[in-house]
DNA sequence: GCTTGACCTGGAGCGCGCTCCAGATCGCAG
DNA sequence: CTGCGATCTGGAGCGCGCTCCAGGTCAAGC
């Protein structure tokens, strides 16, 4: 069964050495095995969970809710607080999506707006100094 | 010709009345105009490039670059830099989107997992104990 | 004229999410 | 056995984007 060093987890997660420490410490990740010298060794599973837990964060889930996931993933009975938990959190990013589509359309009507202000200019230009 | 106080410019646009003054300071507002007292009062055009700078903060642009926008809009001769810094912007909007929708993909197989394992669940408990 | 509440300024403080540091320890290569 | 780079811990520090505060001023209503 392979395991991993902190560098490797770091490279393979994206997450810094810091961070996976910090997480560990906040209860974000379920504690990870060491070696008798006390360093630690990534499992798969410990990849896995970084995994899901970059997903979660990209899509801006505040730490202290992974804390709570984390929490939840210690319980094998808390299935349906977790569902509860990120089928909430689907609502908020299908809603930053939303938000995010609409502000992208104004950006793209002001630059419709810029441009055509540029070409007004530019023919004005034109008129003034032909050739 | 309308204008506004700080209270109103602040429900109107959204931002807070300290940021108001943030951004006024920081060169990403223009210097609102005042009355003999020294009160702000801020114009429709205010308003109009507030409610724009909400929509670029939306998107996601830091305060530095919302600086230097602010600060290419006090020269006329800037459109094309400020285009450039618009759509340089519109394609970080773009790919935020789609790795935030990339990873709503992935929250959402893992809600169908959590789903199918609950089912699995109370299908076994259904079997050891039926009715 | 007085009260009261909105507003003024400069500067300190805060919450989030890391990130860095010092000083010690581990463990592999040679 | 030695050297040295990776890792350990607890705790301090940081960058961003505001947010709050003290102490004072302004102006509308009574």
Redesign the pocket.
Known sequence: MTTY??????RLSG???????????EGILSP?A????????YSEDDLGRLSFLRCL?DT?????Q?RRYGELSLDESTLSERVALLEEHEVAVRAAIDELRGQQARLREKLEWYRGEMARRSALVARVAPE
Chains 1, 2 share one sequence.
């Open positions: 060093s902190p560098a490797e987890a770091a997450f810094s050495i810091d961070t996976l420490r910090y997480y560990e410490r990870v060491r070696t008798v010298g006390g360093r630690r060794r964060r801006g889930m505040p730490i202290a992974l």
